[in-house]
């Protein structure tokens, strides 16, 4: 009877694990706990356990108790993508319009209860504001930015080895925002811009402002772009600028090697093409150390580098920057036509976080909150997706790239979604193409909390009815 009651105490407890009642990293209850919930021995429940801890399923940590481990199974990695080869100009859809609107890019459950954020930065930007006196509130700021900040920037830039100064730093209103000014100041109407396939919708939002073509070139979940795809590509294109994530890009997490970084460098000098580099996950990394940037290995101007504190530390602060050896005071001047400078007291306040330690100390937190989730989130999909076909399993960056069934519609999907309050991101906003229709990206950045959890198990239902 002993043997049939660890193996039904055991049993019950792997249902809830698979069913995401016990999520990962999760406590279990206490051996006395659970013998007083379940109305049996200490010997059952230690059985229980060892029998959980044998299949890895759980595992035990001295002076602390038992947990849930991560899933051993997992999901294979997309294939390397295959789009056409071939420039052309493109039409965005109003899905990410709407995204925007409702402030959910990466967010399946919006406007959800979020903890208090950040309370050290709040401390900087509001000293900053009762300090600032009437000059710095009747006058613009410099055109390049405060002074400050551009200091603290090169500090945080030359995590990725470079050696820049506050001189080579000109201060934006976002990553976006230096893309386009990166855009501007390399290319014409109708030139042609690669991007990796898939790629950020947001630089398939510009291209079309622009009057760009857009070429895109295979990649891998892995490694990033296919550097054979991008030679062959130059060869027949005459392409002016690549769009390149090379550090945790978004959709797939890809990251680049160094040799391949360095190659990359090489073929852009052969080719005479400018590397525009979006810097912007590179310091979400889960490792010990921060990948290089591109733009770090230049010596000979091919490389603009852009960046911005969206994703690292808030949306809210439309903070970015841009770097160019070879058309900075181009870029300067385009920055004053597009948006004359930025906000005085935030740059300030922001400088203010970085100089005591603040940006360092939230990276730190940010960086082992975002791994964890991710592998709570890929627990979910392994045990409430079993249909899914491939899922990327990234390093750094916050979003995963799924695959599902080639016959279901993800763009169909989000409307389902958004009419029970999910939002999520359909795999075809990013390409020009017809493709990754069956593709979503999946953002781990916030709390997987109960009601997340329940949105997930939303979402798999819907697919689920497919």
């Known amino acids: 009877m002993s043997q049939y009651l660890y193996t039904q105490l055991a049993q019950l407890l792997r249902h809830k694990i698979a069913n995401g009642q016990l999520h990962v990293f999760s406590k279990l209850p206490s051996i006395r706990d659970m013998c007083r919930l379940h109305n049996v021995s200490k010997s059952t429940v230690l059985s229980a356990y060892a029998q ?17 481990t991560k899933p051993q199974n997992c999901l294979k990695k997309p294939d390397i993508s295959k789009p056409d080869s071939a420039p052309r100009l493109i039409s965005s859809t109003q899905v990410i319009v709407d995204m925007m609107r409702r402030g959910a890019a990466f967010d399946l459950l919006p406007n959800s209860k979020t ?25 613009y700021d410099q055109p390049q930015g405060n002074s400050f900040l551009r200091t603290q920037l090169a500090y945080c830039i030359n995590h990725g080895a470079g050696q820049v100064s506050e001189d080579d730093v000109i201060i934006t209103n976002g990553c976006q925002h230096s893309l386009l000014l990166a855009l501007m100041a390399t290319t014409e109407p109708n030139d042609v811009v690669a991007i990796e396939s898939p790629g950020f919708y947001g630089a398939l939002q510009l291209l079309e402002a622009l009057g760009r073509k857009v070429l895109e070139i295979p990649s891998s979940s892995d490694q990033g772009i296919s550097l054979d795809a991008l030679k062959l590509a130059s060869n027949h294109w005459d392409i002016k600028a ?45 490792d010990m150390q921060r990948p290089r940037t591109i ?35 181009q870029i300067l001047a385009l920055k004053i036509a597009t948006s004359m400078s930025n906000s005085v ?37 392994i045990n409430q997706l079993p249909m899914a076909k491939s899922a990327s399993q990234p390093k750094g960056g916050m979003v995963v790239w799924l695959e599902l069934d080639s016959q279901i519609n993800t763009l169909t999907l989000y409307h389902q979604a958004r009419e029970i309050g999910l939002t999520i991101t359909p795999g075809s906003l990013f390409s020009a193409q017809d493709t990754y229709q069956h593709y979503l990206r999946l953002s781990f950045a916030h709390p997987w909390t109960d009601a997340r959890q329940q949105a997930f198990k939303q979402l798999a239902k819907l697919v689920h009815q497919y």
């Open 115 to 139: 903890d208090p954020y950040n309370e050290q930065l709040r401390h900087a930007l509001t000293k900053t504001l009762r300090n600032q006196n009437s000059s710095e509130q009747l006058y």
């Open 295 to 329: 733009y770090s290995y230049d010596t000979k101007g091919f490389v603009i580098l852009c960046s911005s504190l969206s994703k690292i530390l808030s949306r809210d602060l439309r903070i970015g920057w841009i770097l160019s050896s070879r058309y900075h005071q």
């Open 345 to 381: 007291s935030q740059q300030q306040g922001v400088a203010l976080f970085i100089a005591n330690g603040g940006l360092d100390k939230h990276l730190k937190l940010r960086r082992a909150q975002l791994k964890k989730q991710k592998e709570q989130l890929q627990a979910l999909i």
């Open 242 to 286: 690549l769009i390149v994530s090379p550090s945790f890009a978004t959709p797939t997490g890809s990251c680049m090697s160094e040799a391949q970084k360095e190659q990359l460098l090489g073929l852009a000098e052969r080719q005479n093409f400018v590397i525009i580099e979006d810097d912007i996950y590179a310091e979400l990394h889960y």
């Open 52 to 68: 959980l801890e044998a299949e890895g399923l759980i595992e035990a940590r001295a002076k602390s108790g038992y947990y849930v």
